[in-house]
């Protein structure tokens, strides 16, 4: 067995599990290596998990690293240890098959021994959507609202910042506070506690009101329309991922991209600051993020 491939075997939460591959360099440009990514994942975990928690989580995974392609997988893969709590969840209205057939069976990450099982298998981004199950692994509406902004070249994140704070003001107007994460890659997520639960039909028609009315009163700055050609030097505020069998990178997660950026919380001060100057915000590192936290804790949380 080449050193790139030796296991270790660990304990996480009281939970065995054999590590592989420590060595591998996941991102190339940086050398960062599938370690730093557990270690990461690990360090992060105390706010990541309560994000992740009672959510079905999509993964993509890049065994090889980012520069070789990547795979989308939602139903729990084949020799998942028996303690991974699970979802079954009717892909009715949802893309993508199932091998069981009409339903999907997700993990749900409520620890750090799952979180480390996912992301030895090269499960870099964590993807869930905007409702939790209950105990019995039923879905239950969406408890919260997330509109993406996402920056059609030339446009990108400064411009994303200046609409951001217009979509604070359209859902302040609704009596919903947001809280603006980084993508991690070219833009920016809001996201609104909903006062109760709600459909994720209705939660989808909330967001795409607000989306369609900042269009209209910034049709040069802004646009709801999903067609890429449309997106030039604009901002999309993408409110289909409030479907219900849509999801969003979770706060806190890697991207596969060229170096480890992480969909990073951040302070709406940040934002304003962003929306001023074009270097005012940018994507940050995992290792940036990790001193954020330590610094700021964590800016995801429900006050």
Same mark, same amino acid.
């Given at each position: 067995?080449?050193?790139?491939?030796?296991?270790?075997?660990?304990?996480?939460?009281?939970?065995?599990?054999?590590?592989?591959?420590? $060595?591998?360099?996941?991102?190339?440009?940086?050398?960062?290596?599938?370690?730093? !990514?557990?270690?990461?994942?690990?360090?992060?975990?105390?706010?990541?998990?309560?994000?992740?928690?009672?959510?079905?989580?999509?993964?993509?995974?890049?065994?090889?690293?980012?520069?070789?392609?990547?795979?989308?997988?939602? *139903?729990?893969?084949? /020799?998942?240890?028996?303690?991974?709590?699970?979802?079954?969840?009717?892909?009715? &209205?949802?893309?993508?098959?199932?091998?069981? /057939?009409?339903?999907?069976?997700?993990?749900? #990450?409520? $620890?750090?021994?799952?979180?480390?099982?996912? #992301? *030895?298998?090269?499960?870099?981004?964590?993807?869930?959507?905007?409702?939790?199950?209950?105990? *019995?692994?039923?879905?239950?509406?969406?408890?919260?609202?997330?509109?993406?902004? @996402?920056? &059609?070249?030339?446009?990108?994140?400064?411009?994303?910042?200046?609409?951001?704070?217009?979509?604070?003001?359209?859902?302040?107007?609704?009596?919903? $506070?947001?809280?603006?994460?980084?993508?991690?890659?070219?833009?920016?997520?809001?996201?609104?506690?909903?006062? %109760?639960?709600?459909?994720?039909? %209705?939660?989808?028609?909330?967001?795409?009101?607000?989306?369609?009315?900042?269009?209209?009163?910034?049709?040069?700055? #802004?646009?709801?329309?999903?067609?890429?050609?449309?997106?030039? /030097?604009? !901002?999309?505020? @993408?409110?289909?991922? *409030?479907?219900?069998?849509?999801?969003?990178?979770?706060?806190?997660?890697?991207?596969?991209?060229?170096?480890?950026?992480?969909?990073?919380?951040?302070?709406?001060?940040?934002?304003?600051?962003?929306?001023?100057?074009?270097?005012?915000?940018?994507?940050?590192?995992?290792?940036?993020?990790? @001193?954020? !936290?330590? @610094?700021?804790?964590?800016?995801?949380?429900?006050?």
């Amino acid at each position: 067995m080449s050193p790139e491939r030796q296991e270790v075997a660990v304990e996480v939460d009281g939970r065995r599990l054999r590590i592989s591959s420590l $060595d591998k360099v996941l991102y190339p440009a940086t050398g960062t290596t599938k370690g730093e !990514v557990l270690h990461y994942y690990a360090q992060v975990a105390p706010v990541m998990l309560p994000h992740l928690a009672d959510r079905a989580v999509t993964r993509i995974r890049w065994p090889h690293g980012v520069q070789d392609g990547s795979f989308f997988e939602k *139903n729990v893969p084949a /020799g998942a240890p028996s303690w991974v709590r699970t979802a079954t969840v009717p892909t009715t &209205g949802s893309r993508g098959s199932s091998r069981n /057939g009409d339903k999907i069976v997700f993990p749900v #990450v409520e $620890d750090l021994a799952t979180l480390t099982w996912l #992301v *030895n298998l090269a499960a870099l981004e964590l993807h869930v959507h905007q409702w939790t199950v209950g105990r *019995n692994g039923r879905p239950r509406n969406a408890d919260r609202l997330v509109i993406d902004l @996402d920056p &059609g070249e030339p446009a990108g994140l400064h411009e994303c910042c200046q609409v951001a704070l217009m979509v604070r003001e359209a859902l302040a107007e609704r009596d919903l $506070d947001c809280k603006p994460v980084t993508s991690g890659s070219k833009g920016l997520h809001l996201y609104a506690d909903l006062p %109760g639960r709600m459909p994720s039909e %209705g939660s989808t028609a909330l967001a795409k009101e607000v989306a369609e009315t900042l269009q209209k009163q910034h049709p040069t700055l #802004v646009t709801a329309t999903m067609t890429k050609a449309r997106r030039s /030097g604009k !901002v999309f505020l @993408d409110w289909s991922q *409030n479907a219900a069998s849509k999801t969003t990178i979770s706060p806190y997660s890697l991207r596969g991209r060229e170096r480890p950026t992480v969909a990073t919380p951040v302070t709406w001060a940040e934002v304003e600051e962003g929306a001023e100057d074009e270097e005012g915000l940018r994507q940050f590192r995992y290792d940036e993020v990790l @001193d954020r !936290v330590a @610094d700021l804790g964590d800016l995801f949380a429900t006050d």
